[in-house]
């Protein structure tokens, strides 16, 4: 029987939304051993992702619109095992096998990329077919926004041997946690200076004046100080 877990719900600046990273996974040392896809097939943990688009000016318990079109790529070591792109409503499932360590970026054009780190490695006594549940909210690029703090993953499923299920590494989310909030705080007055200059200009003259092409019919008075030059009368026949 499929093993269904539940997460806990998450703040905004707490594990599933603070997913950041870039997009190259280079590393260094040998190749990750093959997948024994027979293995795969019985044991394995199913990932049901729901990608959202991250808005500043929501509530706390406001629901965030779903993004679709995002990519979702997973990587085994510098390999890209598997990709997914997310539904109309911002939804993807894509399976992973057990005892592996995956890497899960999740981007689209417009948008800072995210990734999370899923370590499916678990004692053999308790192999089975797991589902865990997902979400990450992606914000757009965003001009002098700082995301060095992001160069390393933000959060981490691991399997719990207690409660024999897969959840977020709480304690590695929380060491830098404290960053991340800067960062959003940040990312959140820049985002609101962005908008206040422009509704500042739009109340000030509306759109931006466009140049029109000279009418050639049209007669441009002379320069002021300057004197026309004197047109000559054609000449009569005689």
Same mark, same amino acid.
């Given at each position: &029987?499929?093993?269904?877990?539940?997460?806990?719900?998450?703040?905004?600046?707490?594990?599933?939304? +603070?997913?950041? !990273?870039? =997009?190259?996974?280079?590393?260094?040392?040998?190749?990750?051993?093959?997948? $024994? !896809?027979?293995?795969?097939?019985?044991?394995?943990?199913? &990932?049901?992702?729901?990608?959202?688009?991250?808005?500043?000016?929501? /509530?706390?318990?406001?629901?965030?619109? =779903?993004? /679709? /079109?995002? !990519?979702?790529?997973?990587?085994?070591?510098?390999?890209?095992?598997?990709?997914?792109?997310?539904?109309?409503?911002?939804?993807?499932?894509?399976?992973? =096998?057990?005892?592996?360590?995956? *890497?899960?970026?999740?981007?689209?054009?417009?948008?800072?990329? #995210?990734?999370?780190?899923?370590?499916?490695?678990?004692?053999?006594?308790?192999?089975?077919?797991?589902?865990?549940?997902?979400?990450? $909210?992606?914000?757009?690029?965003?001009?002098? +926004?700082? %995301?060095? %703090? +992001?160069?390393?993953?933000?959060?981490?499923?691991?399997?719990? %041997?207690?409660?024999?299920?897969?959840?977020?590494?709480?304690?590695?989310?929380?060491?830098?946690?404290?960053?991340?909030? *800067? &960062?959003?705080?940040?990312?959140?007055? +820049?985002?609101?200076?962005?908008? $206040?200059?422009?509704? *500042?200009?739009?109340?000030?003259? /509306?759109?931006?004046?466009?140049?029109?092409?000279?009418?050639?019919?049209?007669?441009?008075?002379?320069?002021?100080?300057?004197? =026309?030059? #004197?047109?000559?009368?054609?000449? *009569? #026949?005689?």
């Amino acid at each position: &029987m499929k093993k269904i877990i539940f997460p806990l719900k998450a703040s905004l600046v707490s594990l599933s939304v +603070l997913l950041i !990273s870039f =997009p190259s996974f280079a590393q260094v040392g040998k190749a990750p051993p093959a997948i $024994d !896809s027979a293995q795969a097939a019985t044991y394995y943990l199913e &990932m049901n992702g729901t990608i959202n688009r991250f808005v500043p000016e929501a /509530g706390k318990d406001e629901k965030l619109p =779903p993004l /679709g /079109g995002a !990519s979702v790529h997973v990587f085994y070591g510098t390999t890209e095992y598997t990709t997914a792109l997310t539904s109309e409503k911002g939804k993807c499932t894509f399976r992973l =096998p057990l005892n592996k360590t995956f *890497k899960v970026q999740v981007s689209k054009f417009g948008y800072v990329p #995210k990734f999370f780190e899923v370590n499916t490695k678990i004692p053999q006594q308790n192999w089975g077919a797991f589902s865990f549940k997902f979400d990450v $909210d992606l914000f757009e690029i965003i001009k002098k +926004l700082d %995301v060095s %703090v +992001l160069k390393k993953p933000i959060a981490k499923v691991t399997f719990d %041997v207690i409660y024999d299920r897969f959840q977020y590494d709480e304690s590695y989310t929380g060491r830098i946690n404290f960053d991340i909030k *800067k &960062m959003y705080k940040s990312y959140y007055e +820049l985002q609101k200076a962005q908008t $206040d200059s422009i509704a *500042k200009y739009n109340s000030g003259g /509306g759109s931006v004046p466009v140049k029109t092409p000279d009418d050639p019919k049209k007669k441009t008075a002379p320069a002021k100080g300057t004197v =026309p030059p #004197k047109t000559t009368a054609p000449a *009569k #026949k005689k």
